[in-house]
């Protein structure tokens, strides 16, 4: 499946497999592991080597955080969005002033090559005087922006099985959930609730 790094950053907020929910972004430390994860995403704009995080960086990137999900949880309106943060999410225009915000904060000039055989790709030219801390935060708000306006947006939907938070990008036309163990997870919720309903109506009818 393809990995963007919009969607990694939204499911750091994920189920823990015990029935809550976990942050990979509560600590500096965690956030160093997502950010060491992320290397092959940021390797054009970020070496990941230089990133000291301290407690600011890691605010700012859970602020980023904050508003990308809230412009994930307008993507799949009229569907409800993640439960994590349904009731308090960032209002969508704060969120999407916050993201351009931080997306501007470096500038990016895209230059083209053509070699003589082949498609001319489009590379980025990264101000040298920008700080380490300024290109990831810039990097990862350019991510966001880039996934918001692609066509995977389309397909994006906030999993429905219970206790799942994550949002996933819809691969096949029949999927509903983000990955098979939710399904079966999903699954089992239905039959256990057919099942009390059954019951309930016999309990009734006697």
Known sequence: MERWLALELASTIRHDGDGGVTDDLATTQGTTRWI????DHLAEAVLVG?????DGLRIEIVELRRAVRALFARAVSPASP???DARRLMPADQA???LNSVAARETVIPQLDWPRQGTPPVARL???ESDPHTRLMAALARAAIEFLSGPQREQLRACTAPRCVRYFVKSHGRQEW????CGNRARAARHYQRQR??????STSS
């Open 36 to 39: 060491q994860a992320q290397a």
């Open 50 to 54: 230089e990133i000291a995080v301290d």
């Open 82 to 84: 993640s439960p994590a």
């Open 96 to 98: 999407l002033a916050h």
């Open 126 to 128: 990264l101000p040298a």
């Open 178 to 181: 983000c990955k098979p163990s």
């Open 197 to 202: 309903l059954a019951a309930s109506d016999r």
